[in-house]
């Protein structure tokens, strides 16, 4: 589709062209197109999320909008079928007549094809061009990366309101790991939890524990960590116990002996590693 919206460029800087809005109509449709493709590639459909779909059928209206613009331009429609089935080498440009008396035969100025500068065509397929080398680079790694995904990728459950800030203070904190254990181990009602932490490069990282009437899930921002593919990471807990950990580092589970100003621990095991809460 990027290509094909180049071929709507090319009129736009010949000189006497008269369908300009035509030309730059049909440009950018099929440069949202090309967007629009784009983003499939990451959610893998057509048809979602929402907006995705909203987008691809304005495109179709767009790309109709072109054909029936292009039908008024020509008269009729069965203008356009004549002219799309002459040869193709009645589009090639004539050859200069010359009268019998060896001088050139004047045209009509509207009859010929006017041509557009080399020089303004080449920057304006250099300047598309290097506009969208630029934003694939932005979108396909570094802080571009991360920002397209926390702003259309994002999983649904992290932007529940419900979900509270894991906070300083230890008693309320106790509090809270407390009564996320407690919905996940009854399997009812909604708790969710955001534990804001740091990568060893120092770049920010959030884990959102969220226990949704016996469904539990655990996802991991990666969107800020550099050394990752700023993506989020969604994982099923096997199992998860409440518990603090002794002067080791060994945990101990259960917490009923402790003191409101001991540190409980979340321990929370997946299939090949083990998170802890905390």
């Not at 100025?109 to 506009?131: D, G, H, Q, R, W």
């Not at 990471?233 to 409101?260: A, C, H, M, R, W």
């Amino acid at each position: 589709m990027l290509g094909v919206s180049l071929f709507f460029v090319v009129p736009l800087y010949r000189r006497g062209e008269k369908h300009r809005w035509f030309c730059f109509y049909g440009m950018m449709v099929f440069f949202s197109s090309a967007g629009s493709d784009f983003y499939e590639t990451y959610t893998g459909a057509w048809w979602r999320p929402w907006w995705l779909i909203v987008w691809n059928a304005f495109t179709g209206i767009g790309i109709a909008g072109i054909v029936f613009w292009y039908i008024r331009i020509r008269g009729s429609f069965k203008a356009v079928v004549e002219e799309f089935n002459k040869p193709l080498s009645s589009f090639a440009p004539k050859k200069r007549q010359t009268s019998q008396v060896g001088h050139p035969v004047e045209f009509d100025k509207e009859c010929i094809p006017s041509t557009p500068s080399p020089y303004k065509l080449i920057v304006v397929l250099c300047m598309l061009f290097l506009l969208v080398v630029a934003g694939l680079g932005l979108c396909l790694s570094g802080p571009g990366r991360g920002w397209m995904n926390r702003t259309f990728f994002a999983p649904k459950a992290i932007n529940d309101s419900r979900i509270v800030l894991l906070t300083v203070p230890t008693e309320q904190r106790n509090q809270q790991l407390k009564a996320f254990y407690k919905t996940y181990h009854n399997k009812n009602g909604f708790y969710g939890l955001v534990s804001p932490k740091q990568t060893i490069e120092g770049d920010p990282l959030q884990i959102f524990l969220i226990s949704n009437n016996g469904q539990t899930q655990v996802i991991i921002d990666y969107t800020h960590d550099r050394y990752s593919d700023r993506n989020y990471k969604q994982l099923n807990p096997l199992t998860i116990q409440l518990g603090y950990k002794d002067d080791k580092g060994n945990f101990i589970e259960g917490v009923s002996n402790l003191s409101q100003d001991s540190n409980y621990v979340l321990k929370i095991e997946f299939p090949d590693d083990t998170l802890y809460v905390k």
